[in-house]
């Protein structure tokens, strides 16, 4: 069964930090490329942050996110600093198949929510 679990979500004041974690199973990991995307309250899904080799990280989070991967442990981490209250939103992994960042991803963690208050 493949599995994507996310977990480092919760509460935080702006300004402080989180790292988000993904756990991949039941797949090749190395496979895979993994994304970081999120879902603010009554906005449309975004891409965050993917890493295929060359980090992207879209506008709004750069300089503040670092994604990092242990293939050991078949995880993918999103490190969010200096954290805003726009960053707040359900964050999600997801896994894409190839070595190369997509706009389409075969499967899809159940997300964990990030809320920064002001």
């Known amino acids: 069964e493949v599995r994507l679990v996310e977990s480092g979500g919760g509460l935080v004041q702006a300004g402080g930090s989180l790292r988000l974690s993904c756990v991949a199973s039941?797949?090749?990991?190395?496979?895979?490329?993994i994304g970081w995307f999120r879902q603010a309250p009554g906005k449309e899904r975004e891409g965050v942050s993917c890493?295929?080799?060359?980090?992207f990280y879209t506008d709004s989070v750069k300089g503040r996110f670092t994604i990092s991967t242990d293939n050991a442990k078949n995880t993918v981490y999103l490190q969010m600093n200096s954290l805003k209250p726009e960053d707040t939103a359900v964050y999600f992994c997801a896994a894409t198949l190839g070595s190369s960042c997509s706009y389409n991803y075969d499967y899809w963690g159940q997300g964990t929510r990030v809320t920064v208050s002001s």
């Open positions: 039941g797949f090749t990991f190395d496979e895979y490329t």
């Open positions: 890493s295929d080799g060359t980090p």
